[in-house]
């Protein structure tokens, strides 16, 4: 195989792995809101049902939580897996997850507000929502937006878990044609793929924080 040909296959595995990561931050960064809320919920029923939630999600494997929900339908509900579930089922194993993390950065964003900026904003005559969308909200984006962005780097080599269910992305395209070739070289593109992509990130944040300096 040609360096060429093998820069494109591991090229349609890295979208595939594109996929996974886009999706599973468009339904684990509201979802993590949600849990955040529930976890910081006056009503103990909800507070503890979100808080063993985050508990399991944090504390067993992705790939075990993936094999669950893939899986999952037929052994609970005996409902017929097909193919194309596989894709499906690593979108929500990894949104489900990742949710649960996210859902901890954003309560220790918001806890960390000084509880004197709540009351002035009462005093001002704003209500709870006009309160934590104009006054908590920016200065918890800012705060969150590190640990966000480590927890954005961490999935995008997560997403080679996903070979877990026999979905192809990148790590699973480089170890098949290393076992093909008998050459390291897939590995190496496939590390530079990765690298570049966490950089990415990585600038894509910084630019953020940038954007964001002045709520200090």
Not at 19 to 36: E, N, R, Y
Not at 112 to 132: D, N, W
């Amino acid at each position: 195989m040609s360096l060429q040909t093998m820069i494109q296959e591991l090229a349609a595995g890295m979208l595939v792995s594109v996929k996974i990561f886009v999706c599973t931050l468009v339904f684990s960064l509201p979802l993590g809101m949600v849990l955040c809320f529930g976890r910081m919920s006056k009503w103990w029923p909800v507070r503890i049902l979100t808080k063993f939630y985050i508990s399991v999600m944090r504390g067993t494997p992705l790939m075990l939580q993936l094999l669950v929900v893939y899986f999952g339908p037929f052994f609970i509900f005996g409902i017929k897996i097909t193919p194309g579930y596989r894709l499906t089922a690593t979108y929500i194993g990894f949104a489900i997850n990742y949710a649960a993390y996210f859902a901890e950065i954003f309560r220790a964003g918001i806890e960390s507000i000084p509880v004197g900026q709540y009351e002035a904003a009462k005093i001002l005559g704003y209500s709870r929502g006009q309160t934590f969308l104009h006054i908590i909200l920016p200065q918890m984006v800012k705060r969150v937006l590190p640990p966000v962005t480590n927890e954005t780097i961490t999935l995008v080599k997560d997403t080679s878990l996903a070979f877990a269910l026999a979905v192809t992305e990148m790590f699973t395209t480089a170890k098949q044609i290393v076992a093909a070739e008998s050459s390291m070289v897939p590995f190496i593109i496939a590390a530079l793929f990765y690298y570049v992509f966490n950089l990415l990130v990585a600038m894509v944040s910084e630019a953020l924080e940038k954007k964001l300096s002045y709520y200090r």
